[in-house]
């Protein structure tokens, strides 16, 4: 096609007019919200996790089902999400009784019609162990959180799958810690467990997966906003008389960019992996300790 011939003309102004009807598509594509009428359940919804995951999914868009074993900081969420104009239910659900979740998961059933999205952010049962050797553990006291955070992400896992087999769409997400990976001293069975989860992350995918079903977790470094980042601060900073900077600096000099996460950089990379957008992803944990950890 010689160029400045009529037929270049006409392919040119076609090529010009589906660019612009690309760029306006996109255009409008970036104000859509990338979680629109989407049903999200989360569990540990209290926590600082679970909490700024609910946010963070309420902002792009999605009905949120937030639940929690203490009933107060869970009512906290969903009003700040209300509050913001999203909207959120609170309820009070030990993620570890099966019966409990699946009466939940029928209540949101029957109220918003499916279930697109299940998060398990619960934490830690029992703090008590972090900082004893393991020489100086229990079996009971070294396998309770192997058993609590699988048993609990198994059957949170489980009894969403169920409801959206029949629908061939959803998706499943967990949150774990560089202990999966990483040798680290005076954590007990908190290793094994995290390990534990990502190898159910990578199980449950193999199985759903061809059923349109993702499964994916999150693998963050610690971010010093929340308590659970306070509290291991108190215990370490007993035995090593580091300052809260100490020890902030020494978790971020780890890291590429030698800062640590917010919990709104987790939160908002959460929102993207729910989505439709992240659907070529599944069956992997996302590492998200910004270099702290090689893949
Ligand atoms: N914070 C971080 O920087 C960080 C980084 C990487 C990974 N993680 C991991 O991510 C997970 C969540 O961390 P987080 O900082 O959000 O912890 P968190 O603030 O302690 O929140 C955990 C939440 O889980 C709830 N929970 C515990 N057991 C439960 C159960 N059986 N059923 C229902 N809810 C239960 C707790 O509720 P109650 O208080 O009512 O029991 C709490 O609200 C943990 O596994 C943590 O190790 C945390």
Known sequence: ??????????????SSLMKRADVAARAQKGTEMMLQDKVAVIYGAGGGIGGAVARAFAREGARLFVTGRHRAPVDSVAKDIDSAGGSAEAATIDALDEQAVDRHLQYVTDRAGRIDISVNAVGDPDTQVLGVPLVELDAGQFSLPITAYTTSYFLTARLAARRMVPNRSGVIMTVTTLHS?????????????????????????????????????????????????????????????????????????????????????????????????ASGMTGTTVNLTMGSLDD
């Not at 096609?1 to 076609?14: D, N, Q, Y």
């Not at 090593?240 to 800062?259: C, D, I, K, N, V």
């Open 181 to 277: 990976r990483t040798g680290l001293p005076l954590v007990g069975g908190f290793g094994p467990a995290m390990a534990a989860k990502e190898a159910l992350t990578r199980d449950l995918s193999a199985e759903l997966a061809p059923q349109g079903i993702r499964v994916i977790g999150l693998r963050p470094q610690a971010m010093p906003e929340t308590a659970t980042i306070q509290h291991a601060f108190e215990r370490r900073a007993k035995a090593s008389g580091m300052t809260w900077e100490q020890f902030q600096g020494l978790f971020a000099s780890r890291t590429h960019p030698r800062r640590l996460m917010t919990l709104e950089e987790m939160a908002n990379m959460a929102a993207f992996i729910a989505s439709d957008q």
């Open 1 to 14: 096609m010689a160029k400045g011939s009529s037929a270049w003309m006409s392919f040119s102004r076609r």
